[in-house]
């Protein structure tokens, strides 16, 4: 009896539901700035792009308004969210905290193959680097994190990451989006460490390598916010305004058509 109680538990593996996908599909929208921030999203505009029901729609933006991506804002309804400087440099104190920490129990109690998992992910950072579409890049960087969180054991701290991952994402598309390819150098090179912190199991190193990773990452981030704030607000008051930095190209994918000038 009790085995087939225990059978009746059981729950088969289901396919996302539509409600799933839809979040999916417009979370990724804004985290690759298809909706750019504190622009207005309408029910009837969504439905129109997507092709599903105005409920997967509402149902959907509930799920991202919870995940700090779309916010509602009086006499304007539902806009995409805009991370601030400050909010920015809350999520990187958060960041700074615990991922130092948890570098150095990633070293006490990862297992061989998650050391080796961590240093494919790292491969895959310098495969995607450079390259469009940027989001592979986020995703790849996405998932070194996730095998460094997940190898130290503590749950508990990666379930308050997990609250912030959306916007952790968010931040490292624009990160991704501005960085030129000497940048880029250089985050491979502090991940390339980190790997070898964990593969000569250093906790000191994995530490430090950690903290100036995230210090640097933030550093640049709050830059970018601020100058987007600054730019929002219009030339009053601001003097003249700086020269652009000319970002150096991406190289296209093989056998991707060059954008005409």
Do not use: W
């Not at 008051?237 to 190289?251: E, F, M, N, S």
């Amino acid at each position: 009896m009790a085995r087939n109680g225990a059978r009746s538990l059981r729950i088969g593996r289901t396919p996302p539901s539509l409600r799933e996908l839809t979040t999916v599909r417009i979370r990724n929208a804004i985290l690759h700035m298809h909706y750019k921030p504190r622009q207005k999203l309408t029910e009837r505009q969504l439905c129109a792009e997507t092709g599903v029901s105005r409920t997967s729609i509402r149902e959907a933006l509930r799920q991202l308004e919870t995940e700090g991506l779309v916010e509602r804002l009086p006499r304007r309804g539902l806009v995409v969210a805009a991370v601030s400087p400050s909010e920015a440099r809350q999520i990187y104190e958060v960041r700074l905290a615990l991922e130092t920490t948890l570098s150095r129990l990633f070293v006490e109690r990862a297992s061989d193959k998650d050391v080796d998992a961590l240093r494919v992910a790292c491969d895959a950072i310098e495969t995607d680097m450079g390259r469009e579409p940027v989001t592979n890049y986020v995703r790849s960087l996405d998932r070194f994190f996730d095998i460094l969180l997940r190898g130290a054991g503590n749950d508990v701290a990666r379930g308050i990451l997990r609250t912030l991952r959306a916007r952790i994402s968010y931040l490292r598309a624009l990160t991704a989006e501005a960085s030129g390819p000497e940048r880029e150098k250089e985050t491979l090179a502090i991940m390339r460490g980190v790997v070898d912190a964990a593969i000569r199991r250093d906790a000191d190193e994995i530490a430090r390598r950690c903290h100036a990773m995230v210090d640097r990452s933030a550093r640049y981030a709050i830059a970018l916010l601020t100058e987007h704030e600054r730019q929002a607000s219009g030339p009053a008051d601001h003097g003249p305004r700086p020269r652009k930095r000319v970002l150096a190209p991406r190289k296209p994918r093989a056998g991707s058509p060059a954008k005409a000038r």
